[in-house]
């Protein structure tokens, strides 16, 4: 008998239009948990880290963790996993919403799609019943329209979708995958879907999650929500404002960049976009599966060029590359630019960082208004903002070159663009200013994922949480440990069980790791110790870290833009600060060390693998 995890991966090739399910092998997932580290492990197992992304030799695997369908509150989540074809590298993004949990409830821990459909599909999943539909009614729509008719064209309106819009379709670098108003967001996995002729999945379930210690669970449970209730900050002030809180705390500290990165401290907009401020755009909350907190924010405009667009959202990251990122203040339009983006299934970070990179190259003069199809692209000019995020989404005119991402964007402009193009690893910087949290900036640059804020979060610096400890932002010493100690436990706790993290920054960060244990255990009646959760997170992030370095990366892309390591923030409360090429290298060989890492290659040593019983020589 299984207890916690479904015991089934089902396998779907969309070449030959055939599945089929493997039972779980606990012995496989159990030292990675489950969610993003079964997803890593299986991606490095079955994936050869040299193919193109967007070729049907990728895969792309859908992995929910233990946790999920437990009861639990705030666990409804999922890893969706495969070779990002924005980066090159290991591309996973988490999403929370209902489908995970109704995945998991089918009777699954893990859906891998492999091969590419010869026409657009759909995969259903009712329990043990899956089948590929033809989706070329549904080819075209955006992601509002393809959930809705596709569930009447099944008569199950109660079923949970997961698919892309014509982004996906069109294969946009950073095209997302969106199910009910959530966002698998960032690495462009709506792109490998789309490269696969895959427009949606659906799935039902009716299982149930089995508890191997019931009573033990339920008083665990209890503990966890009295946490959560003692939290000074989850429901006062997370339940009603939802992540766009941060936009004060990051103007507080001087760190919402703006402009391309040009303008952090000087534009800073709060008395427009600061999350009081879009309090009151508020019509109703909306929450992940089993959520008491509630944190989405559904936001309507009333009046003016864009009334009548309704969002989830913009959360923080949206509020930050809709609208500081293109110095944009007019809230209104910012509510409209990140509907369109998950209408059109784009990944709101990387759109905004994009169009703002065009909205420079055009200040500075190295792009005409001719280049770019006549448009006003000027920094705060909404208009523009809009007009761009549809031509990326068909790939129309001066759009197909943003599709690309900053990166390739700039090699293909040339005239010394790639200046001003802002990327680790291939992808757009999210809304963080690292120049003034140092801990924080070593993470962008050593994530897997590359530019990631939430691969290793520091609270420490954004939030002043003092666990492990408390931290001076702008200290560099001590960071290369910190940022592992960040990146282990948010992996382990975040991306593999997985809890929302949002939950664990605002409630649980101090007792996550004994509680997740507790949980584990009491879940799945597997011994699992404190140290063992860290451990299963510092495991996921080495062996993403092999299949990055087979596919060509080594410190030498451990690195940040060079606008952040030459020039400094120039005004506000941060001002003056940089992170210099030397202070990277002086954090980098911390965190190597810190590690047990190779300082030359920044890869693990054999010693390393050995110590975490990973049967895998680079
Ligand atoms: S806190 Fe927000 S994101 Fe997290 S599970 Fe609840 S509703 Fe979802």
């Not at 696969?196 to 009716?206: D, H, Q, S, Y």
């Not at 592992?484 to 649980?508: E, H, I, S």
Request: hydrophobic share 40%; with cysteine.
């Amino acid at each position: 008998m299984v207890y916690g995890y479904a015991g089934k991966i089902l396998y779907v090739d969309l070449s030959t239009k055939e599945a089929c399910t493997k039972d779980l092998d606990i012995d496989h997932v159990h030292p990675v948990i489950g969610g993003a580290g079964l997803g890593i492990k299986m991606l490095y197992e079955e994936v050869n880290p040299k193919i193109d992304s967007l070729s049907p030799e990728n895969k792309l695997i859908f992995s929910v963790g233990p946790l999920v369908g437990s009861g639990a509150p705030c666990v409804s989540r999922m890893a969706v996993v495969a070779k990002s074809p924005l980066t090159g590298a290991v591309g996973m993004s988490l999403s929370g919403g209902f489908f995970p949990t109704e995945l998991k409830f089918a009777g699954y821990d893990a859906v891998i799609v492999s091969g590419k459909s010869d026409k657009p599909a759909y995969i259903w999943i009712h329990d043990d019943n899956v089948t590929i539909g033809d989706a070329s009614d549904l080819w075209g729509l955006t992601t509002t329209d393809t959930q809705l008719i596709l569930k009447e064209k099944l008569n199950h309106p109660e079923a949970k979708i997961a698919c892309i819009g014509p982004a996906g379709e069109n294969l946009v670098r950073y095209a997302c995958i969106i199910n009910e108003r959530r966002a698998a967001g960032r690495k462009g996995l709506g792109a490998v879907m789309g490269s696969k002729n895959l427009k949606a999945i659906a799935v039902k379930g009716t299982k149930k999650v089995k508890l191997a210690h019931e009573e033990k669970f339920r008083q665990a449970l209890k503990k966890m929500h009295e946490l959560m209730k003692q939290s000074p900050a989850l429901y006062p002030s997370f339940s009603k404002l939802g992540t766009p809180m941060t936009v004060e705390v990051t103007v507080e500290l001087g760190i919402l960049p703006a402009k391309n990165w040009t303008a952090t401290g000087i534009f800073a907009p709060i008395e427009t976009l600061g999350g009081e401020a879009q309090s009151t755009y508020t019509v109703t909350r909306a929450g992940c599966y089993g959520c008491p907190v509630r944190c989405g924010q559904v936001k309507i405009v009333r009046n003016g060029p864009f009334a009548g667009f309704l969002t989830e959202g913009p959360e923080f990251e949206s509020t930050y590359s809709l609208g500081t990122m293109v110095g944009v203040n007019y809230f209104p339009a910012v509510i409209a630019a990140d509907r369109l983006c998950d209408e059109y299934g784009l990944d709101s970070i990387s759109t905004g960082a994009n169009i703002a990179f065009a909205m420079e190259l055009l200040e500075k003069g190295v792009l005409s208004q001719e280049d770019v199809d006549g448009i006003n692209l000027k920094f705060g000019n909404y208009e523009a903002l809009v007009k761009m995020i549809r031509k990326i989404a068909f790939r129309d005119g001066f759009g197909n070159v943003l599709a690309e991402g900053v990166k390739r964007a700039s090699e293909i402009i040339g005239r010394g663009s790639e200046k001003y193009a802002l990327h680790i690893k291939g992808m757009e910087l999210p809304g963080y200013d690292v120049r003034g949290a140092k801990a924080h900036g070593l993470s962008y640059a050593t994530a897997y994922t590359g530019a990631d804020h939430n691969r290793g979060y520091a609270i420490q610096e954004i939030f002043n949480v003092p666990v492990p400890y408390r931290v001076d932002r702008l200290a560099i010493e001590g960071k290369g440990k910190l940022c592992r100690w960040n990146q282990d436990v948010r992996t382990a706790v975040c991306d593999c069980m997985p809890l929302c993290v949002f939950v664990f920054d605002m409630g649980l960060a101090t007792n996550a790791l004994e509680l997740m244990a507790e949980l584990y255990e009491a879940l799945t009646g597997l011994k699992m110790r404190t140290e063992d959760v860290q451990k299963a997170g510092e495991r996921v992030n080495n062996i993403a870290r092999l299949f990055n370095f087979r596919a060509g990366f080594t410190r030498a892309d451990d690195k940040l833009p060079a606008r952040l390591m030459e020039e400094a923030i120039p005004g506000g409360p941060s001002k003056g600060q940089m992170i210099s090429r030397e202070e990277l290298n002086k954090m980098l060989d911390e965190y190597y060390e810190a590690r047990g890492w190779d300082k030359e290659k920044g890869m693990p040593t054999k010693e390393k693998l050995s110590e975490l019983a990973l049967p895998i020589i680079p």
